[in-house]
């Protein structure tokens, strides 16, 4: 069955952005290695932040700056538009960008963006429609 | 607590990418707006795929094509080499594009990374050192 393990973030600072994940709740892992790679553990998935060259040589891609729209992003559903408002506060505070204050959508729910320290995009939403579990996962509608 | 509910990844050919992550077992939830707005379940998490420009547009980014390496990586841990190799000719069988065939790691382990057919990048990975669980979810190392 299909599955996300890891959520690779390739960093220039990978001490500032542990820093600021810190702030925001996941936890550092031991398995961390100085200077390599930073390992964060979160509810239903782990972070790892890796230096962006040395991702990009792991991949066998070319490591030039990133330019244009990078087409990702994370989003952490929450349970209420309280805790939309008290995330991106948070992120805020820690360091993060807001890209998009939060607001109510067409889709019935409210949502917000905020930017980690080198431009990695998160959203935050309260989405009505969806269940909501425990570990912050998302129960989608199946059909049969 | 931290989490990642759902990651969306911005495309151009909804449709198209929709079929590639299907035939790789993620299963699309009826949620799902017709040309709009793909949702797909998985273990532990959902992906969602939605039309690049308008993800762009809903966190007031601009949506210009991305050169450079985007800076992430989603990684699929699984549970022996035997597997990894099976993941990733799954995803070449899929339309998907192999950036590095399988081979074992100075960290001890065995991984390979693909490409889906536009562009964004997967790790596959064995880890012996992390407890996979069974989910797809690893668990890392923690401190006191």
Known sequence: MPHISIVTLGVDDLRNVARFYEALGWRISPASVDGTVTFLQGDNIALSLFDRHGLAEDAHLAAGRPTGFRGVALA??????????????????????????????????YSGYFEDPEGHLWEVAYNPHFDLLDDGRISLPLGD
């Open 76 to 109: 952490t559903n929450v349970g209420s538009e309280e805790q939309v408002d008290e995330t991106l506060r948070t992120a805020n505070r820690a360091g993060g960008r807001i890209r998009k204050a939060a607001r109510h959508t067409d889709w019935g729910g």
